[in-house]
C-alpha cells in the first residue's frame, strides 16, 4: 500500500514554512515498526502527527468486521488535528504499513502555540472546508457511484498521493496494492474489485508494471466517477 501525499486542506502543512517550523520545534518523534497500531478509534485525541517517514492508513471496521480504509498518510501528510479543535476521540484507527517516522505535537502545545500565533485558525478553516469537501465524495461515491466508479475513484486517490507521470498521459502508482487494498478503499467485495480490474486491463485503462497498477486511460477512470 494513502497516502496519500498531503492535500492543501492539511493545515500544518498548509502553514508558511517558518510558521510550521515554529510549530513543529515543539514537538516529538513518535516511531513505529510495520503493522504497529499508532491509536484506534475511540481513543483519546490529544493532538496531531506530520509523517516524516515511512506509510501509514486510516481506516475503521463495520460491524462485520471488515475493514474500511478512509487515507493513506506518507511523508509530509498531516493527521489527527481535528482533534485540536473538539478533543473528541479518534474517528479512526491508523497503523503503520510500513516502518514510519512521525512529529507529534500535542493539543496543549498547539493551543499555546495558537494563543501567540492567532493566523494559525484561519487555516483551521481551510481545513475543516477540505475535510467537509471529502466527507462529501465518500458520501456521494457510497450512494450513487457503480462498482467500477468506487474502483475508479480509490485508484485516482492513490494516483494524486503517488502517480508517477510516465510519458503519454500515463500514471504510475509507484506503491503496492492489493485488490484487498483496493476494496478496503471502495468499501467493496475484493472478488468485484478483481472482475472490474481485469476488464480495465483488458481494454488498456490500467496495466500492472512491476508490480505496480499503472493508470493508461485517466480519462476512462475520471468518467466512472462523474455523477
Given at each position: 500500500m494513502n497516502k496519500q501525499q498531503p492535500r492543501p486542506a492539511d493545515v500544518i502543512s498548509a502553514l508558511p514554512a517558518e510558521l510550521s517550523s515554529?510549530?513543529?520545534?515543539?514537538?516529538?518523534?513518535?516511531?513505529?515498526?510495520?503493522?504497529?497500531?499508532?491509536?484506534?478509534?475511540?481513543d483519546a485525541g490529544d493532538g496531531c502527527y506530520r509523517v516524516?517517514?515511512?506509510?501509514?492508513?486510516?481506516?475503521?471496521?463495520?460491524?462485520?468486521?471488515g475493514e474500511r480504509i478512509l487515507a493513506i498518510f506518507g511523508p509530509?501528510?498531516?493527521?489527527?488535528?481535528?482533534?485540536?479543535?473538539?478533543?473528541?476521540?479518534?474517528?479512526?484507527?491508523?497503523?503503520?504499513?510500513?516502518?514510519?517516522?512521525?512529529?507529534?505535537?500535542?493539543?496543549?502545545?498547539?493551543?499555546?502555540?495558537?494563543?501567540?500565533?492567532?493566523?494559525?485558525?484561519?487555516?483551521?478553516?481551510a481545513l475543516l472546508a477540505g475535510r467537509l469537501r471529502d466527507t462529501n465524495g465518500a458520501l456521494i461515491a457510497t450512494s450513487f457511484l457503480s462498482v467500477k466508479g468506487r474502483v475508479a475513484r480509490a485508484l485516482l486517490s492513490l494516483a494524486e498521493a503517488f502517480g508517477h507521470d510516465v510519458g503519454n498521459g500515463r500514471l504510475l502508482v509507484r506503491q503496492k496494492v492489493t485488490q484487498s487494498d483496493l476494496a478496503a478503499m471502495a468499501g467493496i467485495a475484493r472478488e468485484n474489485v478483481s472482475r472490474v480490474l481485469q476488464d480495465w486491463i483488458k481494454r488498456k485503462v490500467v496495466s500492472r508494471l512491476a508490480g505496480y497498477y499503472c493508470i493508461e486511460d485517466k480519462r476512462?477512470?475520471?468518467?466512472?466517477?462523474?455523477?
Open positions: 515554529r510549530l513543529f520545534s515543539k514537538a516529538r518523534q513518535v516511531s513505529l515498526t510495520a503493522d504497529e497500531t499508532l491509536f484506534l478509534a475511540g516524516d517517514e515511512g506509510l501509514l492508513k486510516a481506516s475503521m471496521l463495520s460491524p462485520a468486521g509530509g501528510a498531516v493527521f489527527g488535528e481535528l482533534s485540536m479543535i473538539d478533543g473528541a476521540p479518534r474517528s479512526a484507527s491508523v497503523t503503520a504499513l510500513r516502518d514510519a517516522k512521525l512529529q507529534f505535537v500535542s493539543r496543549a502545545a498547539f493551543e499555546s502555540f495558537g494563543a501567540a500565533n492567532p493566523d494559525v485558525y484561519k487555516h483551521l478553516v476512462a477512470l475520471t468518467s466512472e466517477v462523474e455523477v
